[in-house]
């Protein structure tokens, strides 16, 4: 089942990336990644406690948007909250659209 959690951090991660941010990885006790574009370090990090949130940097730094992940629920349930903007929403929305 963590690889099922896993695939949707990735896919997160990758989206968040490939639109030019920068993203920290808290793993719901420390921050072990700051402002990071590197995918198989922040990648490394997904699952390694039950929950993680990604925080959302623009280019210049600054804070755009958090998305919370869940894990132990249904995989369709993984993005257990997130920033409500149009940014994240367009994030959340790219992972989501694959679930379906």
């Not at 793993?27 to 990090?45: H, Q």
């Amino acid at each position: 089942m963590t690889r099922a959690y896993k695939k949707v951090g990735s896919k997160l991660i990758d989206a968040a990336l490939e639109r030019g941010y920068t993203l920290s990885l808290v793993d719901g006790e420390s921050t072990v990644v700051r402002k990071s574009n590197d995918a198989k370090r922040l990648k490394s990090y997904l699952c390694s406690t039950d929950e993680d949130i990604l925080i959302v940097h623009d280019k210049d730094g600054l804070y755009v948007g958090h998305i919370y992940l869940m894990y132990g629920n249904a995989v369709n349930e993984t993005i257990f909250d997130y920033s409500w903007n149009p940014l994240i929403e367009a994030l959340v929305a790219t992972v989501r659209s694959d679930e379906r």
